[in-house]
T-cell receptor
Framework: QQQVKQSPQSLIVQKGGIPIINCAYE??????FPWYQQFPGKGPALLIA?????SEKKEGRFTISFNKSAKQFSLHIMDSQPGDSATYFC???????????FGQGTTLQVKP | DAGVIQSPRHEVTEMGQEVTLRCKPI?????LFWYRQTMMRGLELLIY????????DSGMPEDRFSAKMPNASFSTLKIQPSEPRDSAVYFC????????????FGPGTRLTVL
């Protein structure tokens, strides 16, 4: 079964730090790589997504970097804040159906 | 728009009982997804519908699980009979015309099977 491998499983940073979460995927039906953010007791919500005709996309403090040859993409959070403490999921479209396959998630804690 | 609506938010039942989870997608969304989230297995896609038709149910774990979408504004996920290992948070999500596009998740139903 196709997988998306996400690391690290958990991450603790100080306020203002730059947490980086990495994902590796197998073959995909097309290039669409989203990141979802989930707060406790809530459903995941789309944070940022990239359709790589570019290698990087930035929205506010959040940046996706994409390396197509390596089949990897990562999320960087600049100037992280305690309010960014959440679980982050990457996802990639499966090669045969296009349905999104989610990574295992990274629990981020930003300390004040 | 109220977003994706799920009910109940919490369900506690005993092993062997039938459980029905409900979902109302965002109006105008053609795709509806059912996910299960556990600590061990993360976020798993169980089944998804396109225009009320089940497209891929390969993630449904067993025949005890079934899902229906009788119309564009309502879907159910049923577990019969329920088992303790079914305890999880079940999410419904919907999206517009493209399968790999923004999925809008509901708040989830936390199911506990005793």
């Amino acid at each position: 079964q196709q997988q998306v491998k996400q690391s690290p499983q958990s991450l603790i940073v100080q306020k203002g730090g730059i947490p980086i979460i990495n994902c590796a995927y197998e073959n995909t039906a097309f290039d669409y790589f989203p990141w979802y953010q989930q707060f406790p007791g809530k459903g995941p919500a789309l944070l940022i997504a990239i359709r790589p005709d570019v290698s990087e996309k930035k929205e506010g403090r959040f940046t996706i970097s994409f390396n197509k040859s390596a089949k990897q993409f990562s999320l960087h959070i600049m100037d992280s804040q305690p309010g960014d403490s959440a679980t982050y999921f990457c996802a990639a479209p499966s090669s045969n159906t296009g349905k999104l396959i989610f990574g295992q998630g990274t629990t981020l804690q930003v300390k004040p | 728009d109220a977003g994706v609506i799920q009910s109940p938010r919490h369900e506690v039942t005993e092993m062997g009982q039938e459980v029905t989870l409900r979902c109302k997608p965002i109006s105008g969304h053609d795709y509806l997804f059912w996910y299960r989230q556990t600590m061990m297995r993360g976020l798993e896609l169980l089944i998804y519908f396109n225009n009320n038709v089940p497209i891929d149910d390969s993630g449904m774990p067993e025949d005890r699980f079934s899902a229906k979408m009788p119309n564009a504004s309502f879907s159910t996920l049923k577990i019969q009979p329920s088992e303790p290992r079914d305890s999880a948070v079940y999410f419904c999500a919907s999206s517009t015309t493209q399968i790999a596009d923004t999925q809008y998740f509901g708040p989830g139903t936390r199911l506990t099977v005793l």
